[in-house]
């Protein structure tokens, strides 16, 4: 899948593919996290605000007859017609909520995804059952298939026997139809593996570990005054806003079960998340080595942790439920600068935890400045070669085959700044005489992606590397003089 963005804040028109993992690398201030907010909004508008369009001849037929079955050779023009449709009502109507900015600022902006149709490809989630309600409240029983091709739509009153007879799936009580939810859009049922299902742990997360509850109610409370015409509403980019609601919502939902990679979270944090008294609280280890701290399994409130804890948080929760509160379940992991408050030390495990989740079939993207996460991955790459040190190096360091990382599934690029047109201007001189001089257009910079290149070494990365040449060759300058 292929990215197209155009004239969005500080992006001038950039084309970039997505891969299993996907890393954005920049100076400050050259459109990564906006790129990454982009992209992450569409995944959200597709998946829960975008109702698609079947046309009115198929919903006539749909109406007229008992059974209708929509097949692969009609969903993938269908898609391809929803697709076009969704990028423009997204850049108009939900980029401004996105990314908490006056519409007119993105009046010229432009966002499409250019997608591989592949023969093997599922284009609907398999086996999936709901009932689809129309927008005039005509309620259908919507089936796919066991490979995800085509799907099957029966009206409610002709819904076969063996759907009546089916117990094996979520019942409504009202209704002796087995459904697994209520949609309002067959949007639900298009497969994530062609539009992914995001979640998003944002740059503003700290702030959200520490003042969910605060800005919750302060939110709620500016609601009820919305008819107050002194009220403002409250504009936090959309991913901020997410990963709020997700902090306040997720606190009833805490199981005592863990997976491997939450263990691995969890002794890298050096201590658990756990709900005591209806709030959630850091609890942190005990070790032998703190045994002067008498309070060591006290449990911590969230403003009583370090930055790092409070960083970790949202991160920790994805990893604990392991798909979104939502419909579809998540496919994709969005980090905004995942090193930020981090020691070296994890900053590496957590690029062998992005590649675990690669490995297991999750995709990832991230924006980062970190060279320590960006070596880390390197060494992971290295590893893919299979050399004859590869098992000593791997036994003393701790690394295990679920870390080992194929560079064909790495895509990684540098935000580069585009030389700004030259205009030609008339200017006074001194002696009020006009001469045509070339000027510099003062506009604001605008910048665009470079893939970087990858082999089997790992990932060359010059925005990095210049910087660190640069402080060994001062260094070494210095000590010259010695």
């Not at 590496?348 to 320590?372: C, W």
């Amino acid at each position: 899948m292929k990215v197209f963005i155009k004239n969005i804040g500080v992006i001038e028109s950039t084309k970039y593919e997505l891969g299993d993992l996907t890393v954005v690398c920049g100076k400050n201030n050259t459109g990564k996290t906006l790129a990454a907010y982009t992209l992450y909004g569409f995944f959200d508008y597709w998946h829960n605000k975008y109702n698609f369009q079947i046309g009115t001849t198929m919903i006539k037929k749909i109406k007229n007859e008992r059974e209708f079955r929509i097949v692969r050779k009609q969903i993938q023009p269908l898609l391809s017609k929803n697709l076009e449709l969704a990028y423009q009502k997204y850049v108009t109507e939900y980029l401004p909520v996105v990314l908490g900015s006056p519409s007119e600022r993105l009046a010229d902006c432009q966002f499409r995804l250019s997608i591989r149709w592949t023969l093997n490809q599922s284009l609907l989630l398999k086996r999936k059952t709901a009932r689809w309600i129309l927008s005039d409240c005509e309620s259908y029983l919507v089936k796919t298939d066991d490979e995800g091709k085509s799907v099957q739509i029966f009206q409610e009153e002709h819904v076969p026997q063996e759907f009546l007879s089916n117990r094996s799936n979520l019942s409504d009580s009202s209704n002796s139809v087995p459904i697994i939810d209520s949609v309002q859009s067959l949007t639900k049922f298009i497969s994530p593996e062609i539009i992914p299902c995001a979640a998003v742990v944002s740059a503003e997360r700290i702030g959200a570990a520490m003042f969910s509850e605060e800005i919750g109610y302060y939110r709620d409370k500016k609601n009820q005054q919305k008819d107050n015409i002194h009220s403002q509403p409250l504009n936090y980019p959309l991913p901020a806003q997410n990963n709020l609601n997700m902090i306040r919502d997720f606190i009833q939902k805490l199981l005592p079960e863990q997976t491997e990679l939450q263990t691995i979270f969890n002794k890298m944090l050096d201590g658990n998340f756990e709900i005591r008294h209806n709030k959630l609280h850091f609890v942190p280890f005990h070790t032998e080595t703190c045994t002067e701290i008498s309070t060591k399994h006290t449990p911590l409130t969230l403003s009583e942790t370090s930055s790092s804890v409070r960083s970790l948080l949202p991160f920790w929760l994805q990893l604990y439920r392991g798909t979104m509160l939502r419909e579809t379940p998540v496919n994709m992991l969005m980090i905004d600068e995942p090193e930020m408050n981090l020691h070296p030390e994890n900053q590496r495990i957590l690029a062998r935890i992005f590649v675990r989740l690669v490995n297991q079939g999750y995709k990832i993207y991230i924006t980062t400045h970190s060279d320590y996460i960006v070596k880390e991955l390197n060494t992971l790459i290295m590893l893919y070669r299979h050399n004859k040190n590869n098992n000593r190096v791997m036994k003393r360091y701790g690394y295990t085959e679920a870390e080992i990382l194929n560079p064909a599934k790495v895509r990684v690029y540098m935000t580069q700044k585009v030389s700004p047109p030259k205009t030609r201007t008339k200017i006074k001189t001194k002696m009020e005489s006009e001469s045509e001089q070339i000027v510099t257009d003062s506009a604001v910079p605008k910048y665009i992606f470079v893939q970087a290149k990858i082999d089997e070494l790992g990932i060359c990365l010059p925005v990095f590397d210049d910087t660190i040449i640069e402080m060994n060759n001062i260094q070494d300058e210095i000590l010259a003089g010695d």
